[in-house]
T-cell receptor
Framework: NAGVTQTPKFQVLKTGQSMTLQCAQDMNHEYMSWYRQDPGMGLRLIHYSVGAGITDQGEVPNGYNVSRSTTEDFPLRLLSAAPSQTSVYFC????????????FGPGTRLLVL | TQLLEQSPQFLSIQEGENLTVYCNSSSVFSSLQWYRQEPGEGPVLLVTVVTGGEVKKLKRLTFQFGDARKDSSLHITAAQPGDTGLYLCAGGRSGGSNYKLTFGKGTLLTVNP
């Protein structure tokens, strides 16, 4: 089992550029989520999905889009990057939404200039 | 509004010392999780507590959930350099299918040899 994988590990963007952060899990987990981690702010939920075809907004969804076409994949799209989106992004998955172990990926470090 | 306050924010100690970190809230949680995050990696679950007053031990780590399920503590006995990392607490609250997990900002622990 690879667990939760994320690509790329690092990315530098210019303001206004778009990109997709990839996330995949091989544990057949129904629940997947995206967080951003900023100094002094902790982990904040961006978007989540309770299963293929179902997504919903978290605490800080503005500027991000998601889709869930398969159980395994949950990409995060930045349509027009802004410096405020400079952060470390973590994808996580769990068997279900509830009191479950969340398995986190290694993170993507994004710098928007 | 920060629902979960962690203290201290930073802690630097010598190998062999004991320490306690705290996770406090004015809200009641149905569960409380503790994660440890090492530099450049995603958080890894250490423990989940769900019952008020519950105490769980994981080798030299002791976790306690407050009687009112509003706070939690993590005590480390005889800290070792391998304990260095960011310790995050996460409180879970249920509302039908709308389970929400909220993270604290973390305690950054450094154990010096």
């Amino acid at each position: 089992n690879a667990g939760v994988t994320q690509t790329p590990k690092f990315q530098v963007l210019k303001t206004g550029q778009s990109m997709t952060l990839q996330c995949a899990q091989d544990m057949n987990h129904e629940y997947m989520s995206w967080y951003r981690q900023d100094p002094g702010m902790g982990l904040r939920l961006i978007h989540y999905s309770v299963g293929a075809g179902i997504t919903d907004q978290g605490e800080v969804p503005n500027g991000y889009n998601v889709s869930r076409s398969t159980t395994e994949d949950f990409p995060l799209r930045l349509l027009s990057a802004a410096p405020s989106q400079t952060s470390v992004y973590f994808c996580a998955s769990s068997y279900s939404r509830g009191v479950e172990t969340q398995y986190f990926g290694p993170g993507t470090r994004l710098l928007v200039l | 509004t920060q629902l979960l306050e962690q203290s201290p924010q930073f802690l630097s100690i010598q190998e062999g010392e004991n320490l306690t970190v705290y996770c406090n809230s004015s809200s009641v949680f149905s569960s409380l999780q503790w994660y440890r995050q090492e530099p450049g990696e995603g958080p890894v679950l250490l423990v989940t507590v769900v019952t008020g007053g519950e105490v769980k031990k994981l080798k030299r780590l002791t976790f306690q959930f407050g009687d009112a399920r509003k706070d939690s503590s993590l005590h480390i006995t005889a800290a070792q350099p391998g304990d260095t990392g960011l310790y995050l607490c996460a409180g879970g609250r249920s509302g039908g299918s709308n389970y929400k997990l909220t993270f604290g900002k973390g305690t950054l622990l450094t154990v010096n040899p």
